[in-house]
């Protein structure tokens, strides 16, 4: 599987994105798919996850009722849609995918990790 994320870029505070990420391979479906984020100088963290179907979905506590993570099987891609951006939300934002079917939801963690994207570069301006 190859990831190719896609959207990210400057946006004042308050302001929106929408994050996309493309993938590669016929077995999209049997992944559970998510986004992670590192700032300059921190660690690689958890943001959001949703299971092989969409029908599950689990937030990290900094971005939940602000970000929203969807997927569309036909089209093998993962979205991320932003809103209410904050400063602190600028980093680079990476894709991920993870073999089984709710994987990353039981483990929100970047270890365990099959697939990873480019990163794409997000920036809130205050």
């Known amino acids: 599987v190859q990831l190719q994320a896609s959207g990210g870029g400057l946006v004042q505070a308050g302001g929106s994105l929408r994050l996309s990420c493309a993938a590669s391979g016929r077995t999209f479906a049997t992944y559970a798919m998510g986004w992670f984020r590192q700032a300059p100088g921190k660690e690689r963290e958890f943001v959001t996850a949703?299971?092989?179907?969409?029908?599950?979905?689990f937030y990290g506590d900094s971005v939940k009722g602000r970000f929203t993570i969807s997927r569309d099987n036909a089209k093998t891609t993962v979205y991320l849609q932003m809103t209410s951006l904050k400063p602190e939300d600028t980093a680079v934002y990476y894709c991920?995918?993870?073999?089984?079917?709710?994987?990353?939801?039981?483990?929100?963690?970047?270890?365990?990790?099959?697939?990873w994207g480019q990163g794409t570069q997000v920036t809130v301006s205050s």
């Open positions: 991920a995918a993870r073999r089984g079917p709710n994987s990353i939801l039981v483990h929100p963690t970047p270890f365990g990790i099959d697939y």
């Open positions: 949703i299971n092989w179907n969409g029908d599950n979905t």
